[in-house]
């Protein structure tokens, strides 16, 4: 069957793996997500992905979410993916580092379901948010990650207080915490260290659930790590 399937950050690491393995059923319809429309280029030789600029460090995450839905008859799966990572001290962070964080990992992610909802209340869709393990209460917290983590907790939440609110409807929606996987984001923000997935595996992975998890679950959130706790 069709899908039509919202990849945002699909220029670079897990979301561009997403891309890839989501577009190769020629069913599925994908919308490439990010800033930097220059990677997203590629995508252009794939007659079944639409590319769009897309910045959710703006005031109008809202609006130009809804333009670029706004000829789409229905969203079957938007996969919140993109995020910023900040990696300082606390004492060093400054006002800028934390709205940005906020609005990146949080408004802009609330903003762009605010813009996908009408195009899935009728038909149903399954929303994935992207979080990570630092955001999931009682795992192992990394010094510098106070913006990052606290961000993605709240992101955590969010999809519990969706879900709640959308449970009498056709919309699902879940968060997956992630463990480390190979990507430009974790080698900025820790040089060297080498991740036990890959972005290609993780991406597998995401691409799995969002196609089918929604039919076993919705408002939960998923750790997805090899790494205990
Ligand atoms: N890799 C890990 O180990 C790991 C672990 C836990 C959680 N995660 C989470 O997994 C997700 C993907 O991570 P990744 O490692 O693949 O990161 P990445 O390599 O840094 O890619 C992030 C994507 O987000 C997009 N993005 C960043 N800022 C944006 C903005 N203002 N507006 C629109 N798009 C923006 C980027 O595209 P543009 O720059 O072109 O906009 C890029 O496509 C993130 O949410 C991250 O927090 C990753």
């Not at 079957?76 to 993109?82: K, R, V």
């Not at 709640?164 to 480390?180: A, F, P, Q, R």
């Amino acid at each position: 069957m069709r899908k039509t399937i919202v990849i945002v950050g699909a220029s670079r690491g897990i979301g561009r793996e997403l891309v890839k393995i989501l577009s190769q059923d020629k069913n599925n319809l994908i919308f490439a997500l990010a800033r930097n429309t220059k990677s997203l280029e590629d995508f252009n030789q794939l007659e079944n992905v639409q590319i769009h600029p897309f910045d959710l460090n703006t005031d109008s995450v809202r609006v130009s979410g809804e333009k670029i839905f706004q000829n789409i008859s229905s969203i079957d799966i938007l996969i919140n993916n993109a995020g910023k990572l900040v990696n300082k001290p606390f004492l060093e962070l400054s006002k800028e580092d934390l709205e940005e964080s906020y609005q990146v990992n949080v408004i802009g992610v609330m903003e762009t379901v605010q813009a996908a909802i009408p195009k899935m209340i009728e038909t149903g869709g399954h929303i994935v948010n992207i979080s990570s393990m630092g955001g999931f209460q009682g795992t192992v917290k990394f010094a510098g990650l106070s913006a990052y983590s606290t961000s993605k907790a709240a992101v955590a939440s969010f999809t519990e207080l969706l879900a709640e609110e959308y449970k009498d409807t056709k919309i699902k929606v879940n968060c997956l915490c992630l463990g480390s996987a190979q990507t430009e984001m974790l080698e900025e923000a820790f040089p060297g260290f080498q991740a036990p997935v890959s972005a290609h595996q993780m991406a597998s992975y995401i691409a799995d659930f969002s196609l089918n998890a929604h039919q076993w679950m919705h408002g939960r959130i998923i750790p997805v790590s090899l790494t205990t706790p």
